[in-house]
């Protein structure tokens, strides 16, 4: 009970409590029992996430807009290359029920984007079948995170391409932070060289993949102040950083 505690308090986005989150993955289809319940995801926004706390692993499904979720320890944990199964002693924060459910999870093969299939047979023998987008982390990328997946990102240069000369500058010594999902809707904070401020409003999905270097990276768009649309592209290599894209400007930001 003790540890179930620790991750509700985690799962309702409202403690400073500390865990590392190893894995996360976006919902995109939901079936239900073999019937399609795709639709709902648009008022869920769901996520899995893979735990780890006080040396214990976790598995959490949260429906963010609805401040819902199951959660619960995994046992018996069982990997074979992409495969992998384990027992989920979950708990549900909407209607108290909770049980053991048999999870197994399938890296499906789609080119640069990591894309898994999670089926979860419950107590109940309901049929539940999510197909998400995501992945783990390497060692060396997982990140302390607080409640929702909150993270920073410290920069100390930068450098500028603008597409009409089709160059690069020098890098220029800065000091950026970064600090992303400071929200459920995962918008994203810049704290600025010069004392400054701005909040990017994330409005689109996550997408994922690497360059042909085999550099992994994430990407989303996001809207600044004045309402006009940035793009932001993380990369896992902080020596690679974070890219911004807008109006024919790139902005990267790195660390050495």
């Given at each position: ?91 549900n924060s ?41 992945g ?121």
């Amino acid at each position: 009970m003790k540890y179930l505690l620790i991750i509700a308090l985690l799962a309702l986005s409202s403690t400073t409590l500390k865990a590392t989150t190893y894995g996360k993955f976006k919902v995109y289809k939901y079936h239900l029992n073999d019937i399609n319940h795709s639709t709902e995801l648009a008022s869920t926004d769901q996520y899995l996430f893979f735990v780890k706390t006080e040396g214990n692993d976790f598995f959490i499904n949260k429906m963010v807009k609805k401040g819902t979720y199951s959660f619960g320890a995994i046992i018996n944990l069982e990997t074979n290359g992409k495969f992998a199964t384990f027992s989920w002693k979950y708990e549900n924060s909407y209607n108290n029920d909770s049980g053991t459910a048999l999870v197994s999870m399938t890296e499906m093969e789609t080119g640069n984007k990591r894309k898994y299939y999670f089926k979860i047979i419950t107590q109940k023998k309901d049929l539940i079948e999510y197909w998400c987008i995501g992945g783990f982390n390497s060692e060396e990328e997982r990140t302390e995170t607080e409640d929702n997946g909150k993270f920073r990102k410290d920069y100390n240069k930068v450098a500028f391409y603008t597409m009409k000369d089709d160059s690069w500058s020098e890098w220029f010594d800065v000091e950026h932070t970064f600090v992303f999902n400071i929200n459920e809707n995962g918008d994203i904070k810049h704290y600025k060289e010069n004392g400054t401020t701005e909040v990017y409003r994330k409005v689109s999905e996550v997408e994922e993949g690497q360059t042909d270097d085999g550099e992994k990276y994430q990407i989303i768009t996001t809207l600044d102040a004045e309402g006009d649309e940035i793009r932001l592209q993380l990369f896992s290599n902080s020596s690679i950083g974070l890219k911004l894209m807008y109006k024919g400007l790139m902005v990267q930001f790195a660390s050495n």
